[in-house]
């Protein structure tokens, strides 16, 4: 089979890049104060690993498995079904619903409380929280129920408009920042465990594994050159991006309020510690841009997910509208019930990514592994070790959510 081009395989890894740089970002600093600039580099390093190798391991079983009859990418749910047969598949399909559920609810949460803080400061008025997250998810919701192409066009503007105000946010924000800051730190397993699973869920493209694949072709060599090189992205800008914000914020200003830090809490300390009116603007952008762009990633991929479980046609604008009402009105709910859940409803993407991600592949791999009897495509080194402690660490950012909920 002919190689893919350089064009295809460098739009791959910006397809992963884009795919792992959005909304999360903003909550690493907010998660992280407490365990200072340094645990969190090292963090953050820890995680991009074992989320390269676990998205390294879904190609490895991908390739095994789903590719025969075509050589197009299959999903997590059709490889655990062919693993373990129709509970595997309930299992996968499940936390796919949860982590696209629990993302949504946070970032119609974090954008609704953005745009309110906007709105009361506008108005000069309150406006209530439940009017945002209405006006919110409609919205962006209508690029979802209009077609693919609109959502592709859309993101394509503002993602490349989002990376042209951080590099501005990073220009304006370094004269700020502080050693005493950044040398902060209370390394305790409560703010551990808070802030890994946040991390975590930061590095999720794994979801994007089978379209890659269908777009590059079953090539290993580039593949794998795709997914270390679109994951190393994120992480050189969220390392860069924690330097910079926990270097401007003081941990006292965090640590004197006793109220949960939602997204416009934390743009208000970083505009209150900088006072530069051209930062102010650039956040706000910034914000926005990156709540955006993350909801419609996730928004259209939960679409099209339930279309298919159901089987809905979404051939005109009333059979949408019915998948489009499936979509958003529970992480809405949620949103409403619980307007501070940011953090919260990440802490429960974490546990479904963890699934995703982590131990469902794992577990594939270490099955059929094997019963291998011919040469393997491609084939993750690292062995039976590797893999055990890759599962280990999926079932430990599990047990940091659930402690951080009990």
């Not at 299992?91 to 559920?101: C, E, G």
Request: glycine share 8%; hydrophobic share 55%.
């Amino acid at each position: 089979m002919q190689s893919p081009s350089l064009s295809r395989v460098t739009g791959a890894i910006l397809i992963v890049a884009g795919t792992t740089i959005g909304a999360g970002m903003l909550a690493l600093p907010m998660t992280s104060m407490q365990i200072g600039f340094n645990n969190s580099l090292w963090l953050l390093i820890g995680l991009w690993a074992l989320m390269g190798f676990t998205a390294l391991v879904t190609l490895e079983i991908n390739l095994r498995l789903g590719i025969g009859k075509s050589s197009t990418g299959t999903s997590i749910a059709s490889l655990a079904h062919n693993t373990f047969g129709p509970y595997g598949r309930l299992i996968a399909s499940f936390s796919l619903w949860l982590l696209f559920y629990a993302l949504l609810a946070a970032y119609i949460s974090g954008g609704s409380s953005f745009i309110k803080l906007a709105a009361d400061t506008t108005f000069n008025h309150s406006v209530p929280f439940w009017v945002m997250a209405v006006v919110f998810t409609f919205v962006l919701g209508s690029f979802i129920n209009a077609c693919v192409r609109m959502v592709d066009y859309v993101n394509r503007i503002l993602f490349s408009v989002k990376i042209v105000i951080f590099i501005v946010m990073v220009v304006f924000l370094s004269p700020y920042v502080r050693l005493e800051n950044l040398t902060y730190h209370q390394g305790n397993l409560s703010a551990l465990s808070i802030a890994a699973p946040v991390f975590f869920t930061s590095f999720g493209f794994h979801g994007s594994i089978p379209t890659l694949i269908t777009y590059v072709g079953p090539h290993p060599r580039q593949l794998r050159w795709v997914i270390l090189g679109g994951s190393f992205i994120p992480l050189v800008v969220y390392l860069i991006w924690q330097m910079i914000t926990l270097g401007v914020l003081s941990p006292a200003a965090f640590s004197a309020t006793s109220s949960p830090i939602n997204v416009a809490m934390f743009i208000q300390h970083l505009n209150a510690a900088t006072q530069n009116s051209w930062l102010f603007a650039a956040t706000h952008i910034f914000t926005f841009l990156a709540i955006t762009t993350s909801f419609l990633g996730v928004a259209i991929g939960l679409f099209d997910a339930l279309a298919e479980a159901f089987n809905w046609p979404t051939h005109t604008q009333s059979q949408r509208l019915k998948v489009s009402l499936l979509t958003f009105l529970p992480p809405l709910f949620f949103a409403l019930f619980y307007p501070e859940g940011f953090i919260m409803a990440l802490g429960y993407a974490a546990i479904a990514l963890s699934i995703l991600a982590v131990l469902m592949p794992v577990a594939i791999a270490l099955k059929e592994r094997p019963y291998q009897l011919t040469m393997p495509l491609y084939r993750v080194a690292g062995g039976k070790v590797a893999l055990a402690l890759a599962f280990i660490a999926g079932v430990l950012i599990i047990a940091f959510e659930v402690m951080n909920q009990v």
